[in-house]
Each structure stands twice: as C-alpha cells, then as structure tokens.
C-alpha cells in the first residue's frame, strides 16, 4: 500500500471553494485565563513536565480567579476540578525551586511535610500559593541546568 493511499493529500483541488480570509475570533464567553506567553518563548514548555505543566496551568487560573494574590487549593478542588492528584501535586517542590512559584507551608507542618499532631483531629491547612509569572522570564535551559548543577553539588 503506498503512503498515497494511507495519508491522502488535503489539499484543495483547483477550482475549488475559494479561499477565505482571515477573520479576528470573536470574543470568548466561556472564562479564560492569561497564561505567560514566556511559557512558550522561553523554552519552559519544553523542559517542565506534563505534571508540572498541569500545575502550572492550575496556578494561572487560580492566579487569575483570586485577583493575583496567593491562594490556596484543597486537595478535593484540586482533584476534581483540576485532576491533580497528590503525585502530581509533588511538581510544585521542583517549582518552588526554579522559582516559578511560592510556597507557604501551614506552620502546623514539620519540615518533612507530616502534620503535626496528625492523631488530635485538627485538620492541617494546604499549602498557600502563589504564582511568579516573572520566574518565565528566564532562559528555561539554563535555569533548570543551574538548579539540577546546585542539586547535585556536594
């Protein structure tokens, strides 16, 4: 079978309808958010992953919903809203770092993140947040290369 047959071509045939031209989308109506087209321009989608990419779009809605201050997400919101799971909720450490976002921990957390007094009923807070939309402003290879060296020096 020829790649002809598996791939047709979809270009127009002469004669055919004419060209259109370019017309400006209308507004949206559903909600949108602002994401940093230095995501883009920067390299950062190239060297985050899916999860921290997930995360990352999270934290624009958020950022945006809150009217640009520090917020917080509790874990059911998280999961069914955004479907991010305690896994993938892990990138905002590797975040953190690369300084793309803030993170507060409650004070009622001991370093290792375990709650204290877990057992006596008192529910821990989730982490405030906070969305650094200038962390992309950076080269995101040589951001990422600085932290991964800064990581691995004794």
């Known amino acids: ?9 979809r270009r127009r045939p002469p004669g055919a309808r004419p060209q259109l031209g370019y017309q400006v989308p209308v507004p949206l109506r559903e ?3 602002p994401v940093p087209a230095t995501l883009f321009t920067n390299g950062w989608v190239h060297v985050l992953e899916n999860t921290e990419l997930m995360f990352i779009l999270m934290m624009t809605a958020c950022h945006h919903a809150v009217g640009y201050q520090e917020f917080r997400v509790p874990a059911e ?4 809203r955004f479907g991010i799971g305690r896994d993938a909720y892990e990138a905002h450490m590797m975040l953190s770092q690369l300084g793309l976002i803030k993170v507060t921990q409650d004070p009622g957390r001991h370093p290792d993140r375990k709650v204290r007094d877990f057992n006596s009923g008192e529910q821990a807070l ?5 969305f650094i939309p200038a962390g ?5 290879f040589a951001r990422l290369r600085a932290q991964i060296d800064y990581q691995l020096s004794p």
């Open 31 to 33: 909600p949108a958010f």
């Open 77 to 80: 919101g998280r999961l069914l």
């Open 126 to 130: 989730p982490h405030t947040l906070g």
């Open 136 to 140: 992309f402003e950076r080269d995101a």
């Open 1 to 9: 079978m020829s790649a002809a047959a598996i791939f047709p071509s």
